[in-house]
């Protein structure tokens, strides 16, 4: 089997990564199957032992445990995400039970806790170092949290449920797969898509010419209920119609509707809280993350957002001021809002964004901005290894390298949207970084840019420049934990905190030194006019009203699914009646504002791992918000601000209380007036 499944064999390329070109998508399954009974065997070897426990014997040997597991894993989840083929789709739908059960039978194992319940006892007496005692602190609060004190009748319930509710997981998220490719949008005239750049046209044109409709247009949807589009389409009918496609996915009834599907995963979650004796799933989750408790979370959320509403409304009456001016006036709804919201931006600054985009091709983005700042700040460097394989051919990879010429590891690149990737923008890890495995990071940015025909250049709009930035941020914190143990390689950290360091890479998108480099004409070369950039710098308050109410909006849906109790979770519930409930509550149901996200399409929380979690990209921001005000303070993009970051922040990876890493680094807790000033909430 090893001889003839190339998953079941080291990788012989550098670093690990794995040789994509020899795998085939029925490789998988036999290797999840060998990767299972390996990792039971060494946890059988651990607990079978007749030595007492020990630190080294059980700890260590536990994270020594699965990597063979943890090799196929990240190398099929990377592909089911970003390349879900009909095989591979079948895969993942076959693999989701197993890979819960045998994930419960590692974290509910009796004998297992026993050990490690017998070195926390006396875990003060051990004399570990920083990173073993918060490792066995760690791996305890886990297993208990995970369920292992329950007696085994709970313990055969609790796997029931996580069994089901990993199918269900899945089955949301091919859903939203299927119904996003059905809705796209079709136009048959250019005239519809007036507004849009020759490249998007373009890209809309080979869409449809894929789909098996030459001469036709097809507009695909993005993971959010906004679409770039509706910034500059110029003909309302057609805006209407790609928002109306977005807000309906997974909701028109037939075999792709998951208002079923989210239903019963909200019941399974509040009844296994239930049993692991909290109150709601939400009090589950935040009892394991920084905020400690939903009550905490909600009250950050409802003090951001009566004044988010209030300057939303004030942001509506001066779109509506434009519209009152036309021949033809009507009210503003949502599918207007973006595109009045250009024309207001070019009244109040004289900005054009969307007249931007020639500014930001792609590869000079990524050279001259992503990865110039890295550079400057860490004294990394990159280069591009065509020889080496990604999953998809349109995967690029890229070797990095310290300042001191030692290897860091690799950094891949999947930009473009397709048809089997699902939405949105994501970073994940292919191999992760470890001391005691002896393993250097490989990771993966996706993003979701619409692909111009060959011999187009690709430009970006500034919120996919955002994108970039951000994706990149999670990407460095992949690369630059160093930690002795897997259990804390790179982003494993608290949910709540693990946007924090990708927000603080969004900071040198406008950063002047940054900027003048990358964002030149695509044509000319001629740098963006320094007017602009200072009028952009002016307005980056400018429609934060509406930018944090639609964020904040399905924050609240979220956590009002995920504070149901187990009875009032079991109620036949009318999902957008709830919705709408849940949005009165806490005053965000202006229909001209609609939620980022709503329930049946919401991958983050009913498919992702967000769920009673999506407040963690507010919640991070207040680090992130006090982490750039600090960076001007000291100077700015400095090797020495940059060292310091790298050290005390990215490079600890989870091995240490991520709040306490944030001391370390800025010297107290971080204060919330700087998120307040950004958002335009301080008045």
Known sequence: MADANPLLVPSPLPYALPDYRSIDPSHYLPAFEAAFDAHRGEIDAI??????????NTLVALERSGELLGTVARTFYTVSSAGATDDIQQVDEALAPLMSAHHDAIQLDAALYTRISALYEVRDTLGLDPESAYLLERTFREMTHAGAALDDAQKAELTDLNTRLSVLTNTFEKNLLADTNDLAVVFDDPAEL??????????AASNAADRGMPGGYVVTLTLFTGHPYLSTLTDRGSRRRLLDASRARGSRGGEHDNRSVLREIVRLRARRAELLGYASHAAYVTSDETAGSPEAVHALLRELAAPAAANARREQAALQAIVDADPEPFAVEAHDWAFYTERVRQAEYDLDRTALRPWFEAERVLQDGVFRAATQLYGITFTERPDLPGYHPDVRVFEIHNEDGSALGLFLLDLYTRDTKRGGAWMNSIVSQSRLRGTDPVVVNNLNVPKPAPGEPTLLTLDEVTTLFHEFGHALHGLFATVTYPHFAGTAVFRDFVEFPSQVNEMWILWPEVLTTYARHVETGEPLPGEVIEKLQASEAFNQGFATSEYLAASWIDQAWHSLSADGAAAEIDVAAFEACALADIGLDNPAVPTRYSSTYFAHVFSGGYSAGYYSYIWSEVLD????????????????????????LLGVGGSKDPLQAYRDFRGRDAVIAPLLKRRGLDV
């Open 625 to 648: 918000a006090d982490t750039v005000e600090w960076f001007k303070e000291n100077g700015g993009l400095t090797r020495a601000n940059g060292e310091r970051f790298r050290e005390r």
């Open 47 to 56: 607990t079978a032992q007749d030595e007492p426990p020990t630190f080294e």
């Open 194 to 203: 007036d507004g849009l750049t020759p490249g998007e046209l373009s890209a």
